[in-house]
């Protein structure tokens, strides 16, 4: 017994040291992971703000045709870099076609058209503009924005001539007091739920993606460059070799998984205010079934795996194979993500994969149901049971030590 | 183990791939402190016998057996093993793949170090233990999988064509060591298929012909019993049926394989019989 626990270690610290010492490695299990949200949350929000500064910037050239002009237009619009060309004129088509202004548009000579026609105490008008133009674009929001202005007023004007009090028509519905205040879920359990969200997620499609590289390199890969034949020959029985195997490839994994929530982590704690993530209210018994359903799905994803990279005759096969099967876990987990956990029924605890992102949403809210954590352990210990069986099953088989090569 | 005592029995070994039959009644025995050739052409079946006598494979029927008649599977501590690929991890250092293959068997670090040591020197390759074999040239990974299969001290050394594709001085250091190892009393099979280097090195020499012995005797045995000149000729007068695969059933391909090979035929231009000429 504890010649065999020595020999899965001596074979999984193998694997980890060799696998580690592969800078691309370094870069697709710990750089990639740890960088990914923070580049998506914090890099790409700055990038985006500092564009949308550029055009708030931006000096636009509006031309404005009108049968009536509102004199508080120039105010309005002098309040940013627009450059305003007025034009009388009087309107016989509809307002939105282009007409003549079209190849001004397009050339770019103008930014955008306001046209504005004043008939029977209604304010028509439309916007002539070029949707694939930024410049186009923030000559129309500007313009949108002065408009909303100006019709909030003549509204208000208009209630006012009424006899009517302003503020009482236009918002006769208001919330009092403290939004926040009268929600009864505690701090702790809407940090649950905010965390729900994405760490099913993120576990089961980064615990799939993260072992396809190990899982291929040390069965389909060892077996191309010849050194399966070698390891096969030793005292080791083929089972040894698995559970080193796998435990090689769960370390590599689980490191990857922890990194990349650490980065999602910090970059939603650093994008948002400090309150708006806190610390999930879980009890300890919640905490272990967490980690008890992560490493229940760990088994089987990976073992399935090592088996399917194993029964492949070369990396390029496993690749091919490996590669599109993500599909079987990102379809659970999107679908997951709207199942309502509110009286939800008790099969969906037996389903492989939708039962561990399941049970890990709800154990995220800290609700702890018997009924369900029996379903999915149970169900859970026989597919890991099931994948770990073919696994070793496909590491059994004497065709593996033949190579390509 | 007395020198004279059988180590090694391989009796009516029979070994099947599906439908095809690679060994068929191979039965031999290798005494202690012998070395032994298996000597045949590509596909004759020395690699497959090479594994079963290691334990990879198990025999379809028949039994390898070692020592006092345990399957071989069950005795694989006792054996060291070369495989044709080498099979040696290049992100690792030399001595890292020796000490990762030796704490598998169980054997301590130190006195793996010791015997690689011993054996280093007569490789020439103490140098090289400390550097990772990724730009290893062809002879240095042979030298690091033979330290590799010395290191824990097996009773039989398997050896899968050792000094296939290494130049004239590499080639000689692994026989050198092959003949260290014989005066040290160590048992050796060594698989090759060339015959000046198996009359060298070998006591004795197995000739496999298509899955099958065709004659098991020393050098000199061999040249007698075929009234040849040479070992050259002996071999060519024992080996003389055509290479082919043998097929369980007698067919030549399966069913299924007849069939997919009949829907994906290869066209060529001209059948084998036609000449260019003909179809002008």
């Known amino acids: 017994m504890n010649k065999s626990v020595n020999r899965v270690k001596t074979i999984a610290k193998k694997e980890v040291v060799e696998f580690v010492r592969d800078w691309r490695t370094i870069v697709a299990i710990i750089i990639i992971p740890i960088l990914m949200f923070p580049v998506l949350f914090i890099v790409f929000p700055i990038l985006l703000e500092s564009e949308a500064a550029e055009l708030d910037a931006k000096n636009v050239t509006i031309e404005i045709q009108y049968n009536q002009y509102p004199e508080e237009f120039t105010r309005l619009f002098n309040q940013t870099s627009t450059s305003l060309l007025l034009v009388n004129t009087t309107f016989n088509h509809s307002l939105s076609e282009p007409l003549e202004d079209l190849n001004r548009i397009r050339n770019m000579e103008l930014d955008a058209i306001l046209r504005l026609n004043y008939s029977d105490e209604i304010w028509f008008y439309s916007i002539i503009h070029l949707s694939t133009s930024e410049s186009s674009t923030e000559a129309k929001t500007r313009i949108i924005g002065v408009l909303n202005y100006f019709e909030s007023n003549i509204t208000a004007q208009r209630i006012a001539d009424g006899g009517l009090d302003v503020n009482s028509t236009l918002d006769p519905l208001r919330w009092d007091g403290d939004v926040g205040r009268a929600d009864v879920a505690t701090d702790g359990e809407q940090a649950g739920l905010i965390l729900s ?43 040894e070799l698995l559970m080193g195997k796998w435990l090689g490839v769960a370390t590599i994994t689980s490191i990857g998984v922890l990194l990349q929530i650490v980065g999602l982590l910090f970059a939603i704690g650093y994008l948002a205010s400090s309150d708006f993530i806190g610390i999930p209210d879980l009890s300890v018994t919640a905490i272990i079934l967490i980690i008890l359903s992560i490493m229940l799905f760990a088994v089987m994803v990976v073992a399935l795996e090592l088996a399917l990279a194993m029964r492949s005759h070369s990396v390029k096969e496993a690749g091919s194979i490996l590669g599109p099967a993500i599909i079987l876990i990102i379809f659970p987990a999107l679908f997951t993500q709207v199942i309502n956990l509110d009286g939800i029924e008790s099969f969906w605890f037996g389903i492989p994969v939708i039962n561990i992102l399941l049970a890990l949403r709800e154990l995220l809210l800290d609700r702890v149901i018997t009924e369900h954590i029996v379903i999915w352990m149970v169900s859970s210990v026989i597919y890991a049971t099931l994948a770990a069986y073919y ?15 | 183990m007395s020198r004279s005592s059988t180590l090694l029995k391989v009796s009516n070994v029979r070994k099947n791939f599906a439908e095809v039959v690679a060994l068929d009644g191979v039965t031999f025995e290798i005494k202690s402190g012998e070395v032994v050739g298996l000597v045949g052409s590509n596909g004759a079946g020395k690699t497959t016998l090479l594994r079963l006598m290691s334990g990879v494979y198990r025999p379809s029927a028949g039994t390898v057996t070692l020592g006092d008649d345990t399957p071989v599977h069950l005795m694989r501590d006792s054996l060291g093993v070369v495989p044709e690929s080498t099979g040696l991890y290049s992100r690792l250092t030399a001595w890292e793949n020796i000490r990762y293959h030796s704490r598998l068997y169980g054997v301590k670090d130190k006195i793996a170090w010791k015997r690689t040591l011993k054996f280093a020197q007569s490789l020439d390759m103490e140098e090289n233990l400390s550097r990772y074999t990724k730009g290893f040239s062809r002879g240095m990974r042979q030298k690091t999988a033979l330290l590799r299969a010395l290191a824990h001290g ?19 250091t692994v026989r050198s060591l092959v003949n260290q190892i014989k005066q040290e009393g160590g048992t050796v099979v060594y698989s090759t298929h060339q015959l000046f280097e198996a009359q060298q090195v070998c006591d004795r020499i197995i000739i496999i012909h298509n899955g099958v012995v065709k004659a098991n005797g020393s050098p000199s045995e061999l040249i007698n019993t075929t009234g040849s000149d040479s070992l050259e000729d002996a071999y060519v007068a024992l080996t003389q049926e055509k290479a082919r695969m043998r097929y369980e059933d007698g067919k030549t391909e399966s069913t299924i394989t007849r069939f997919w090979h009949r829907l994906f035929r290869p066209k060529t231009p001209y059948s084998l019989n036609s000449g260019v000429d003909s179809d002008e």
């Open chain 1, 197 to 239: 969200l994405f760490i099913p997620l993120v576990l089961a499609i980064w615990t799939f993606s993260s072992a396809i590289q190990p899982s291929i390199d040390m069965t389909a890969g060892e077996r191309e460059r010849g050194t399966l034949e070698a390891l096969l020959g030793l005292p080791c029985t083929r089972n």
């Open chain 2, 154 to 172: 097996p009773s039989v050394l398997l050896l899968d064509e050792p000094t296939a594709g290494l130049d004239i001085t590499s080639a000689r």
């Open chain 1, 391 to 405: 696994a070793a099953k496909q590491f059994k088989r004497e065709d593996i030590v033949t190579t390509l090569s």
